[in-house]
T-cell receptor, first 109, second 114 residues
């Protein structure tokens, strides 16, 4: 099975940089996803990492280390609209996505 | 290009009743997955439908059942509702042929059981 851990809550200041960590344990690795979810809305896809290293996509970057079972999502130049829950997910056996509980990020002025 | 759509948006039911939720996948997608998300938790996988059959199931009781139609749309049925079934129900679609693990989520149905 999968065990996915991420911090429950984080707070950061507008314009700053924040790093949201995710550790996972899985039997058979098929990549790692990050989703953003605003309150009451659907999760939206941010990134998918299957190889080690950093992938940058605008203000958001995602890092993966398969040997350490570790990933992080890096958000730069934080904006108020970045206040949301960030979900780390790994595919399980078959096609199901197994999600962590999510990290609630609050961006303050 | 229409994304994933779900209906209804909100629903209030009484304990013991039955409910049906509906989902239309993103255009070009042939696979539909259903997730339950309790408040403050990550989504939990219920089951996935492909070619009108349940392809995979998570750890949910038989009270949760589903169906997929020839046009790839899907329904989630929950019988004998419990208070604990109150949650946001998310539908996600994917294209099994090209990107089976990249799932696109709909806006969800907020179910409240009283």
């Amino acid at each position: 099975g999968q065990n996915i851990d991420q911090p429950t809550e984080m707070t950061a200041t507008e314009g700053a940089i924040v790093q949201i960590n995710c550790t996972y344990q899985t039997s058979g690795f098929n990549g790692l996803f990050w989703y953003q979810q605003h309150a009451g809305e659907a999760p939206t896809f941010l990134s998918y990492n299957v190889l080690d290293g950093l992938e940058e996509k605008g203000r958001f970057s995602s890092f993966l280390s398969r040997s350490k079972g570790y990933s992080y999502l890096l958000l730069k130049e934080l904006q108020m609209k970045d206040s949301a829950s960030y979900l780390c997910a790994v595919p399980g056996s078959g096609y199901a996505l197994n999600f962590g509980k999510g990290t609630s990020l609050l961006v303050t002025p | 290009d229409a994304g994933v759509t779900q209906s209804p948006t909100h629903l209030i039911k009484t304990r013991g009743q039955q409910v049906t939720l509906r989902c239309s996948p993103k255009s070009g997608h042939d696979t539909v997955s259903w997730y339950q998300q309790a408040l403050g938790q990550g989504p939990q996988f219920i089951f996935q439908y492909y070619e009108e059959e349940e392809r995979q199931r998570g750890n949910f009781p038989d009270r949760f059942s589903g169906h997929q139609f020839p046009n790839y749309s899907s329904e989630l049925n929950v019988n004998a509702l419990l208070l604990g079934d109150s949650a946001l129900y998310l539908c996600a679609s994917s294209d099994t042929r090209t990107s089976p693990r990249e799932q696109y989520f709909g806006p969800g149905t907020r179910l409240t059981v009283t």
